[in-house]
């Protein structure tokens, strides 16, 4: 299973470094590498919120669609539907998650947390993907998802 990593980042943030999303990967690596430095540790509070359990567990149980089941097993997380399945762990006020690929968390996870969760960026841990999650656009009148990643 591949592991990733959800950030909140905080508006101003996320507006100045949309199109520089190397950047904020690149700081938020240093970041997990170094986090008791008093320079990158200012810096990570400037530019993250935090993520709460009880917050985000409420709010995948009310976004839920139907055909989508979302429960908790002590500090875990679990969304399930058919043959699809995430573990979703908040850890340090960041949201960490296991699936088989990141299809998987783009048609379970993610359109349950952009009404809340305007900026969010995903961060793979042991694999190079990277990028926004973005509001789901309107083109030609289809629906579409949109997940900037870069390797």
Aim: charged share 20%; proline share 4%; glycine share 2%.
């Amino acid at each position: 299973m591949n592991e990733y990593s959800i950030y909140w980042i905080k508006e101003e943030v996320a507006n100045r470094y949309f199109h520089k999303s190397d950047i904020l990967m690149r700081f938020l690596k240093e970041y997990e590498a170094n986090p008791v430095r008093n320079d990158l540790k200012a810096q990570y509070r400037y530019v993250t919120r935090q993520i709460s359990f009880p917050r985000i567990y409420s709010h995948l149980k009310k976004h839920a669609p139907d055909n989508i089941t979302v429960y908790s097993v002590g500090k875990l997380i679990y969304i399930y539907r058919k043959n699809q399945f995430m573990l979703l762990q908040v850890e340090n006020g960041i949201l960490n998650f296991r699936c088989q690929n990141l299809q998987e968390a783009v048609m379970l996870l993610f359109p349950m947390l952009y009404s809340s969760y305007p900026n969010l960026f995903v961060q793979g841990k042991n694999i190079n993907d990277y990028g926004w999650i973005s509001p789901i656009t309107q083109k030609n009148n289809d629906r579409t998802q949109v997940l900037y990643s870069y390797r």
